[in-house]
């Protein structure tokens, strides 16, 4: 065996005996084993080369037809008692769900190569990073797994020296929807994922490692694993906030992570530190300070043109792989919204293009790409500190209700905001797209625990430190009455954070309201943009009647949770209801 961690070299002998591949490579996540990695896919059809002079080092994956998303009906929290993993998850038995998993693992790997790959989540010298090793069968895996996670010779060296890491085991199998499941064993800290291999089913150290267990592993450490993107704002006096936002999946938030300020902000720099995870540790200055787990991004590409994010589009052109696009007949990538003025040749599946049939690329169509290929990459995300955070922004996509943004009165009202969020499905899970759902921190496909434990963890940080960030809550996403968009979004999101900004800093002045604080709509600077001033007022405005009934739905939601909700949110909440009826009244 290749290592000196004993654990290690044990569970890699026991999966091979289960699954019995015919050979065994330990990753050392070296270019030379990428390239090795993408030549043999080529050769295989699994990846094909893209226009090697627009988009140089891209390939396109095409994947099975029927696997294209994260599958939250089959993906499963396996403590041993079901309360822990609560009604926000599905639950399985340990024991059954190991001996269901370990006969559909059995054999598995016959005639292919089990990769094992110890991977880092976090920069490599940093205390809040936290290890893990995937064993797979899919050279498509190890190759995203280059590119979204520190992978290899220097990981598995963390891992001896610290002898702890996340189990993470994944085979693609044979790609059956009925034969696929994604476990996760949160007080064993081990995965096991068998017949995908979508991104949040398959690239182990993600969703599964990043989020689901490192939720549970957060709660029992006293620290926090979200789903967040991480953003600097570098101001025109050269001080720089930096601010985590958790939206759901596909709500823009690699987008809204590299940001291009519009003219009217253009003394002020945007930086990226992370597009999607966020693991925030408390630390003795009272400040909640951040890591990127991750080393690269897993966007969604249609959508995405010069115009709307040229940060996102240049970040494309070269070293991506890109899953379910379109191609042209000069071999580019293409996919809806592109705007080059080419048309598309192939669709997502590889046939002739035809509108009748759908659209070229699929709606989940994504890209993987090196985080330092994003033209405002901030240095920052290798600090082994982190950086600390000035606010923490909460959203979703609502048509209606949620105004463009407002302010939580206090941390604990603001961990109600978070635990309130609402949002309308996307394409990045199976089924439900377009539903409204209640998504509490954009948690719900991704929290290894119960909700009501995980609320009662957040609002514990508001007893530890009077120097916690403000929480706001946004939506950019809001329509008129011929369901338009009421607000640009993109790079204008910016006029947005920039009122953040100066709330952080006691800048400006807001409205006390019963939800929160929202801004005087000549706060927001519409210079440049076509919003009117009633457009504003629309978007800045508290609907009464509407709020009551959703402050009811919310503690309708509530008490899904019972008795492990904790009585801290049901009185914030009541108090809400409370200041919106007498202000009715
Ligand atoms: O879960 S993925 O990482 O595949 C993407 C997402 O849904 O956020
Ligand atoms: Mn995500």
């Known amino acids: ?43 295989s059809g699994t990846l094909m080369r893209l226009n090697e002079e627009t988009h140089p080092n891209c390939y396109l994956h095409r994947s099975d037809p029927s696997d294209v998303a994260r599958v939250e009906h089959l993906t499963f929290v396996c403590s041993k008692s079901e309360e822990d993993a609560g009604p926000n998850n599905h639950w399985m038995d340990p024991v059954e769900a190991h001996a269901k998993l370990d006969t559909l693992f059995d054999g598995c790997m016959q005639g292919r190569t089990m990769y094992v790959i110890p991977y880092c989540m976090g920069p ?53 929807p009925e034969k696929r499941f994604i476990m996760h064993f949160p007080e064993e800290l081990y995965i096991k994922s068998i017949g995908s291999g979508y991104g949040g089913n398959a690239l182990l150290g993600k969703k599964c490692h990043a989020l689901r267990i490192a939720s549970w592993q957060a709660r029992t450490e006293g620290w926090l694993a979200e789903h967040m993107l991480i953003v600097g704002l570098e101001s025109p006096q050269g001080e720089t906030h930096y601010v985590a936002c958790a939206f759901p999946s596909a709500c823009g938030k690699t987008n809204l992570a590299m940001l291009i300020p519009p003219e009217q902000y253009k003394d002020w720099k945007v930086t990226t530190v992370g597009d999607d995870i966020c693991w925030l540790h408390l630390r003795e200055d009272g400040r909640l300070w951040a890591i990127n787990p991750e080393s690269g991004y897993f966007g ?55 509108p009748e049939v759908g659209p070229a690329a699929h709606p989940n ?67 439900g797209a377009g539903q409204i759902r209640r998504d509490p921190m954009a948690m719900k496909p991704f929290c290894g625990y119960n909700f009501g434990d995980y609320f009662a963890h957040w609002l514990s940080f508001g007893s530890k430190s009077d120097k916690l960030p403000k929480i706001f809550h946004v939506n950019w996403f809001r329509r008129d009455k011929d369901g338009k968009f009421m607000w640009p979004g993109f790079g204008e999101n910016m006029r947005v954070l920039a009122w953040v900004v100066d709330r952080c800093e006691g800048k400006v002045e807001a409205r006390e309201t019963p939800i929160g604080f929202l801004p005087n709509p000549e706060d927001i600077n519409t210079d440049g943009i076509d919003v009117s001033m009633e457009t504003m007022q629309e978007l800045l405005s508290v609907d009464l009647a509407k709020w009551e009934q959703e402050a009811s739905d919310i503690n309708k939601y509530f008490a899904e949770f019972g008795e492990r909700m904790p009585e801290t949110m049901l009185s914030e909440l009541s108090k809400i209801s409370s200041a919106l009826q007498s202000k009715a009244a």
């Open 365 to 431: 169509s994504r890209f993987t790409v090196p985080a330092k290929n994003n033209p405002v990459y901030s240095r920052m995300s290798e600090h082994p500190d982190g950086v600390p955070i000035s606010a923490l922004v909460f959203g979703g996509r609502r048509k209606e209700l949620a105004p463009l943004v407002y302010e939580a009165k206090d941390w604990t009202h603001g961990v109600l905001v978070g635990a309130s969020c609402a949002s309308e499905m996307t394409a990045a899970a199976i089924g």
């Open 124 to 176: 490599i010298d940093s205390p809040l990073s936290r290890n893990g090793v995937e064993i797979t069968d899919s050279p498509y895996v190890v190759a995203n797994m280059k590119i979204m996670a520190r992978i290899g010779t220097p990981a598995l060296e963390r891992i001896e020296r610290e002898g702890t890491f996340v189990r993470g085991l994944h085979s693609t199998g044979d790609l059956d």
């Open 1 to 43: 065996m290749t290592t000196k961690n004993d654990a290690l070299a044990d569970w890699v002998e026991e999966v091979a005996a289960l699954t019995k591949p015919d050979k065994i490579v330990w990753c050392d996540g070296s270019d030379a084993e990428y390239n090795a990695m993408i030549d043999q896919m080529l050769e």
């Open 300 to 354: 969604v590409v249609p959508g995405t043109n010069e115009w709307s994010n040229k940060n996102a589009y240049d970040t494309l052109k070269s070293d991506a792989i890109f899953t379910n696009v379109g191609v042209t007949a000069g071999n580019e990538p293409w996919w809806e919204e592109k705007d080059d003025g080419k048309e598309p040749a192939l669709d997502w599946k590889g046939n002739a293009y035809d």
